[in-house]
């Protein structure tokens, strides 16, 4: 089979391991800080569940994220250009992060001494779950021998249908990351209020509310189910991640709920996958995130 291109992504697309591996996806890690001081890259040497964790018994801990560097970048560029591959990197929105910007620095780096490989650069307009099922579109179009100017053209029409739909535990880290405001934050925890969040174009939007935890899981199944009527599709006819940070039996129950509620909506449908969310989003949204990203197929459109 030939391959016109070879894959990069940072690391807030959030795949698993093994999918990475088999979709041969090459990741540049995003860096992880309890302190401020000392940072170490996620999923290599820092384990998810020890972040995690960490935040579960320390709910006062903040922990923060730096991008990729211009060099981790090139790092990985400069291995594929010796192969003599073109490549194409998606890169979290950069309304979120300064990581296509580093990836943007790299590819000028690499025009001095590969001027003959050509790099694309994608913005995702989105992270975690959402960027994770843009890739995997990418991946599709490439093992199915797309050009790499078919698939950016492709692409850059897709990207109008990916969501993210999701819900937190709690509203600290969205106050501590400056998206709500502390009236909003303490009454909130008060009232048992989760919110419900939609992440579109870059951009995080409310989607309503719910008392409780059951209610709002309830809520964002809905809003999934919303998505998919609105945009006339089943759910096979697009590419869905559901995206887990701790609790991975509430994400299996959180799983078979969807699964039974599609099923009744839409009829036979292929498995979903289940995904962690990684330490990039789970700084801002905490550990008991968890919800759907989704994007419709590119041989479907």
């Known amino acids: ?13 959030d795949l698993p391991d093994d999918m990475i591996k ?15 001081r000392q940072y170490k890259k996620e999923g290599i040497e820092l384990n998810l569940n020890e972040f995690y964790q960490r ?37 979290i929105s950069a309304k979120l992060s300064s990581s296509l910007q580093s990836a943007q620095i790299a590819k000028e780096m690499l025009k001095e ?29 490439r093992d199915a021998e797309y050009t790499l100017d078919k698939t950016v053209e492709t692409m850059n ?10 819900t937190v535990g709690s509203l600290d880290y969205l106050y501590h990351g400056g998206r709500i405001g502390k009236v909003t934050s303490v009454a909130g925890a008060l009232l048992n209020v989760k919110p419900l969040i939609t992440l579109e174009d870059g951009e995080i939007h409310s989607s309503g509310i719910k ?30 991640l559901i995206g887990y940070c701790h609790n991975k039996n509430e994400a299996g129950n959180f799983r078979d709920m969807t699964m039974q509620r599609l099923k009744e909506r839409f009829g036979t449908l292929s498995p979903l996958p289940l995904c962690r969310i990684g330490a990039t989003i789970g700084v801002h949204a905490g ?11 590119s041989d479907r459109i």
């Open 55 to 91: 935040m579960v018994d320390d709910p006062k801990t903040y922990p923060m994220t730096a991008a990729p560097s211009p060099q981790d970048f090139y790092t990985l560029f400069e291995r594929r250009a010796k192969e003599g591959l073109n490549i194409l990197c998606i890169c």
């Open 157 to 166: 029409k897709l990207i109008k249908t990916g969501r993210i739909l999701f």
């Open 287 to 297: 550990p008991y995130s968890i919800g759907y990203g989704i994007i419709q197929r």
């Open 22 to 36: 088999e979709k041969e996806i090459d990741i540049v890690h995003f860096l992880v800080s309890f302190d401020g």
């Open 211 to 240: 008392r409780g935890r059951k209610n709002s899981l309830i809520g964002v199944i809905q809003l999934l189910i919303s998505y998919l009527e609105e945009a006339r599709c089943t759910p096979d006819d697009c590419t869905i």
């Open 113 to 141: 001494t590969y001027p003959g490989v050509r790099v694309e650069i994608l913005n995702s307009l989105s992270c975690t779950l959402m960027q994770g099922a843009y890739v995997l579109e990418v991946c599709r179009m």
């Open 1 to 13: 089979m030939k391959k016109h291109f070879c894959i990069i992504s940072d690391g807030s697309c």
